[in-house]
C-alpha cells in the first residue's frame, strides 16, 4: 500500500526530476510512512511513498525486473501474487524479492499489455518499459485506488492523489465548471472529471499508455452479464464459497490487522468469515453516535456488538459527537475533492481509531451494489403495483399529496415521508431519469437555478451510461452505471482518502472482481425476491449470521449531518453559506442557498446532502482554491460555531 505518482516529458520543457518526484511525494507521505523510492529514465519519471504491509523488508520500490529494462510502481495488494510468482517462476522469471507488487514486472515481461487482466488486487500502479519507451499508468477492475493524471503538449503528470500534481511548475489548482456542475447534481465528481480543471481521473478498469509521444487509454476489463443457469440453492452455495474464498485471500499480511464492524450484513459477513479462517480473535472497530435525537437513527453500536459476540472478537467502539467541525478542513484536504457523503467523516474517525492497534483493515463497501441492497434498487418491483393504480388518480391525487409531503431522513416517520415522495413523484419518468432523480442530490431545475449563470450544456454520464446497456435487465443496468459512477468516485474514494490519511490499508473483500462477475452472472429476480434487498445473499448466510441482523433495516454508514445542521452546526452553516460568503465566490446563487437551507429547517424538504455539499465545497475552495493552510480554515470554522 502506497502512493504513486511521476511523470512522462515529451519534451525538453518537462523539468522532470528527482527533486520534482520528491515534491510529489512528500505530498503523499500519509499513504507510505514506511518508504520512499524514484526513479528517472529517458522521459520517464516515476516515484512512490510505502506502506509496508507484504515483505516489510524487501518491498523497497522501484521494482524490476531480471535486467531492469522494467521497473514498476504499485499501491495497492495483488491477492494472487503467490500462484501467479509460482506460474512465472516455472516459467523461468527470477525473482529478487518476496514482494506482491514484483509480480507486475515478469507478468508484463510474459503478457505485455495484457499483463492487467491476470492480476486479481486493489492497485494504481506506473510501469515504465525502457526497451521500447513505453510508459504504462493502470486502475484495478473496481476503481478501488484512485489515479489522477495531467497532461499537455510538454509533459504528462500522475499521482494517486491530485494535490501531488500541483507540486510541480506545471499548474496550479482551478475549478473546473462542468466538474462543479457534475458536483451539484451528484454529489461527487465522476471519472474522468476531477474538480480541478484539466487533471482528469482515470477511469476505472483502464490504462493509458504513453508511446511515441502519444497517449492511448484502453479499457481491460468488464463484467460479462451472460446469465448462468443454476438452481436458487447453486447459487446460495455459489455465492457463499466465493465470498469465503475473497475474505480468506485478502487476509494475507505481514502486519496487524482486523475489521469495521457496523453490525449490518456486509460487515457482518465479512468478520464472521474472518473467524473461520483466523486462529486468534478478529479485532473489529465499530463507530456510534450520541443516542439523543438523530444519533438515535444512526446509532448501531448494539448490533455490532451482538456480531463481535457471535464470533468472539475483540471489539472496541467509538462515539462520534456533533463537535466535528475542527475535522472537516484536514479531512477535505485529504479527500483532494469536495464530497456530500458525510461517511468520509465515520470512515476517517473509525479507521484513526483502529489505526492504534492495526495496520489493515477489511471493510463491507460493495455489498450494497454487487447484491442489490439499496432503496432504489427497489424501484422497479413497485413500479409494477403502482402502474396498476389508474392514470387520473396518480396524476390528480398522489402527485399532489406527495408533492406536499414534509421530508427528513433524521425521523423515522419523515423519512418513510421522503422515500415515498421521491418514488412517486419521479414514478411516470423513463427508467435512466428515474434513477438519475434517485441519485441527483438536487434536481435540474434546482441545479440550474443554484448555478451563478445558469447551466450551459453539461455532460449527462448517468444518462449516457444507462444508453449503453442495451437489453440489459433494470438490476443490471443500474449496478453497471453504480459501477462506473458512484461505487468509484463517492464510496471507494472516501475510503481510500480517509483510510490513507491514517496511514491504514483497507482492503474490500466483497469486491473481489472474481465475486463481481459472479454476482453479474446471477438473475436479477435473485437479488431482490418479493421486494426483499439482497436476497439471495441473506439466503447464502443463514448458517453464518442471526435472521435479526440479516433482515434489520438498512442504515447507512454517514453522520446525522442533517440533524446537525439545524442545530449544533446551525451558526457553522448560517457563516458558511451566508448570502454575502456564497456571493463573494462567484460560484453559487446566494438567494437560492437561503432557500435551501431554510426548506430544510421546516422540513418542507429534506436538503442534507447538497447543504453538506455546499458546506464542503466552501471549505475545500477555501484552501485549495484562495491558498489557505487547513489549521487556518479551521480556526476560521471554528470562530464561526461560537
Same mark, same amino acid.
Given at each position: 500500500?502506497?502512493?504513486? =505518482? ?91 524479492? =518476496? %514482494? ?17 487482466? =491476470? ?39 500522475? %499521482? ?77 452455495? $455459489? ?6 474464498? %475473497? ?86 484536504? =485529504?479527500?483532494?475533492?469536495?464530497? $456530500? ?85 419521479? $414514478? ?16 435540474? $431545475? ?197
Amino acid at each position: 500500500m502506497c502512493g504513486i =505518482h511521476g511523470g512522462y516529458a515529451f519534451s525538453g520543457a518537462a523539468n522532470l526530476s528527482v527533486e520534482v518526484l520528491e515534491a510529489m511525494g512528500m505530498v503523499t507521505q500519509h499513504r507510505g510512512p514506511d518508504d520512499s523510492g524514484t526513479f528517472l529514465d529517458g522521459p520517464a519519471a516515476i516515484g512512490m511513498r510505502r506502506l509496508s504491509i507484504i515483505d516489510l523488508e524487501g518491498g523497497h520500490q522501484p521494482i524490476f525486473n531480471e535486467d531492469q529494462s522494467i521497473a514498476v510502481v504499485c499501491n495497492g495488494e495483488i491477492y494472487n501474487f503467490r500462484e501467479l510468482r509460482e506460474k512465472l517462476i516455472a516459467k523461468g522469471h527470477q525473482f529478487s524479492t =518476496h %514482494s506482491d507488487s514484483e509480480v507486475t514486472v515478469h507478468l508484463y515481461e510474459e503478457y505485455g499489455i495484457d499483463f492487467l487482466s =491476470h492480476l486479481n488486487g486493489m492497485f494504481a500502479l506506473a510501469l515504465w518499459d525502457r526497451n521500447r519507451q513505453r510508459l504504462i499508468i493502470a486502475r484495478d477492475r473496481l476503481g478501488i485506488k484512485p489515479l489522477y493524471y495531467y497532461r499537455d503538449d510538454n509533459v504528462l503528470l500522475f %499521482s494517486t492523489e491530485a494535490k501531488a500534481i500541483f507540486e510541480t511548475s506545471h499548474i496550479s489548482p482551478k475549478l473546473d465548471k462542468t466538474a462543479c456542475g457534475l458536483y451539484v447534481q451528484l454529489g461527487y465528481v465522476p471519472a474522468p472529471w476531477s474538480i480541478y480543471e484539466n487533471v482528469k481521473k482515470l477511469p476505472v478498469a483502464s490504462c493509458m499508455i504513453i508511446e511515441q509521444g502519444q497517449t492511448r487509454i484502453h479499457e481491460y476489463w468488464r463484467p460479462d452479464y451472460t446469465q448462468k443457469e443454476m438452481s436458487e440453492a447453486e447459487w446460495k452455495r $455459489a455465492v457463499l464459497e466465493q465470498l469465503e474464498q %475473497s475474505v480468506a485471500s485478502q487476509m494475507v499480511s505481514d502486519v496487524p490487522f482486523g475489521a469495521f464492524l457496523s453490525g449490518g450484513i456486509d460487515s457482518s459477513l465479512v468478520v464472521g468469515l474472518m473467524a473461520k479462517h483466523s486462529r486468534e480473535p478478529v479485532r473489529t472497530y465499530a463507530i456510534g453516535f450520541d443516542t439523543e435525537g438523530a444519533g438515535q437513527l444512526y446509532n448501531e453500536l448494539p448490533y455490532a456488538k451482538q456480531v463481535s459476540e457471535l464470533f468472539s472478537t475483540q471489539h472496541k467502539e467509538i462515539i462520534v459527537k456533533p463537535d466535528v467541525v475542527h475535522l472537516l478542513p484536514k479531512l477535505l484536504w =485529504h479527500m483532494d475533492e469536495p464530497i $456530500a457523503d458525510t461517511a468520509f467523516i465515520t470512515t476517517y474517525l473509525v479507521s484513526e481509531f483502529a489505526r492504534q492497534d492495526v495496520t489493515m483493515i477489511l471493510s463491507g463497501v460493495g455489498g450494497d451494489e454487487l447484491f442489490g441492497g439499496y432503496r432504489r434498487y427497489q424501484g422497479e418491483y413497485y413500479q409494477r403495483y403502482y402502474n396498476m393504480i389508474p392514470a387520473w388518480l396518480r396524476k390528480y391525487v398522489l402527485s399532489p399529496v406527495a408533492n406536499a409531503l414534509p421530508s427528513d431522513r433524521h425521523s423515522k416517520w419523515l423519512n418513510y415521508s421522503r422515500l415515498a415522495k421521491s418514488f412517486i413523484l419521479t $414514478a411516470e419518468l423513463p427508467l435512466d431519469k428515474r434513477y438519475q432523480s434517485y441519485i441527483n442530490i438536487v434536481s435540474d $431545475a434546482m441545479r440550474a437555478e443554484l448555478l451563478k449563470g445558469g447551466v450551459e450544456t453539461l455532460p449527462t454520464p448517468v444518462i449516457d451510461l444507462f444508453a449503453k446497456q442495451g437489453s440489459l435487465p433494470a438490476l443490471h443496468s443500474m449496478f453497471e452505471v453504480d459501477r462506473l459512477t458512484q461505487l468509484p468516485d463517492d464510496l471507494l474514494m472516501l475510503t481510500d482518502k480517509m483510510t490513507m490519511a491514517t496511514s491504514l490499508e483497507c482492503r474490500v473483500p466483497l469486491l473481489d472482481h472474481e465475486l463481481v462477475e459472479l454476482a453479474c452472472q446471477m438473475p436479477s429476480e435473485l437479488k431482490i425476491k418479493g421486494g426483499v434487498l439482497k436476497y439471495i445473499l441473506k439466503e447464502s448466510l443463514t448458517e453464518l449470521l442471526p435472521r435479526e441482523i440479516l433482515y434489520r433495516k438498512k442504515r447507512g454508514f454517514g453522520a446525522p449531518m442533517g440533524a446537525w445542521i439545524k442545530r449544533e452546526l446551525l451558526p457553522l452553516m448560517k457563516g458558511l453559506l451566508s448570502v454575502e460568503q456564497v456571493e463573494s465566490r462567484g460560484v453559487f446563487n446566494g438567494q437560492v442557498v437561503q432557500g435551501l437551507i431554510n426548506d430544510h429547517l421546516s422540513n418542507k424538504s429534506d436538503n442534507t446532502d447538497i447543504l453538506i455539499g455546499l458546506l464542503n465545497f466552501e471549505i475545500w475552495s477555501k484552501m485549495m482554491l484562495d491558498g489557505q493552510a487547513p489549521q487556518e480554515v479551521e480556526s476560521q470554522l471554528e470562530r464561526m460555531s461560537r
